[in-house]
Structure formats: structure tokens, C-alpha cells
């Protein structure tokens, strides 16, 4: 069984045009990274306007900059994380292709339920990405040594706040 690790990515405050998290393996890595679930979810806690925006999780063949996050393994006797691997917020990265496009609402979710805006705080609702829903006969998204992934807000909206949680192997092929 290879290395496990999870990592949440808080708060992130919407920008236009913003590498809301990216997971980068850089050139000198000697692992793989295979990502097997990525959920978001709403994070405002106050009211505001409801704004939505495209989002997309692309991959990349470039990155530099940005918050970084710490990944937690999911057992503590694993070896290191590669060092190479970096989790941020706000990163500068290089587009290198589509993996899905999906339009994103930052209203604050009403307590009744009854709105869309309600269902971006329920993690099932929110799988943005799931390497084949329990089927073994499909590949996780596979980041090799100078690449990696993003998701950027291509709309334009600067309201609101969205949590992120990736989970991902390491392992040596």
C-alpha cells in the first residue's frame, strides 16, 4: 500500500484569476503522486452577496510562488514526503490543460436547506474529482516529477471563501 497523505487547504479568499490550490511535484522529485479525491467546500461564515464563477482544475507544467500548506500523512510511520512536493494557495503556475470545468456559488448557505448555495457544505456534494467512484479499473490522476495540478477561479469573482482537501499517494513508480 503506498504512502498516504491528505491536505486541507483553508479559506482560501476568491480572486479572479487566481490559483485557488495547486499540488506541484517538482522536476527533482524521485516519487509519484496519484491523486485519488478532491472536495471543496463553501467556508463563508458571514453574509454575502451571492457571486458565482467558473473554476477549473487544470493540469501544469510550471509553478512558483504562492501560501504553502502541509500535507498530514495518514499514518505516521510513512516515510517523508519528497520534498519536492508542494502544496500552496496563490501560486504563479503554467496551464497544460483541462481536466473539467464546473461554476461555483459563494452565497452564504441558508440553515433550511432549501437553497443550492446549502449543498456546497456537504462533503459528498462536493467531489470535484474521485478516481473512479470504487472502480479498480481506473487510473488516479498521476503527477509525475514537473507537474502537477490547479484549480483556478477563471470567472471573476473576489467574494467569498472556499476550502479544499486532497487526498494523494507518494510512492517511487
Known sequence: MADTWVVDYTLVKMAP??????????AS????IRIYRVFASNSNFIGNMSVSS???????????GGITYTPVTRDTANAALDA???CSTGATVTINGRLRT???????????????????????????????YGS???????IRAGEGISI???????VGLIDFWVEFTQAAS
Open 54 to 64: 467558473n473554476l477549473e482544475m487544470q493540469r501544469i507544467s510550471a509553478h512558483s
Open 29 to 32: 522529485s524521485s516519487k509519484v
Open 102 to 132: 464546473w461554476q461555483w456559488c459563494t452565497q452564504l448557505p441558508t440553515r433550511d436547506g432549501r437553497e443550492y448555495y446549502t449543498y456546497t457544505m456537504v462533503y459528498p456534494m462536493t467531489c470535484l474529482w474521485d478516481v473512479g
Open 152 to 158: 483556478l477561479n477563471k470567472g471573476m469573482s473576489a
Open 17 to 26: 484569476g487566481k490559483s485557488l490550490m495547486s499540488l506541484w511535484n517538482g
Open 136 to 142: 479498480s479499473k481506473l487510473q488516479p490522476l498521476t
Open 84 to 86: 519536492n512536493v508542494v
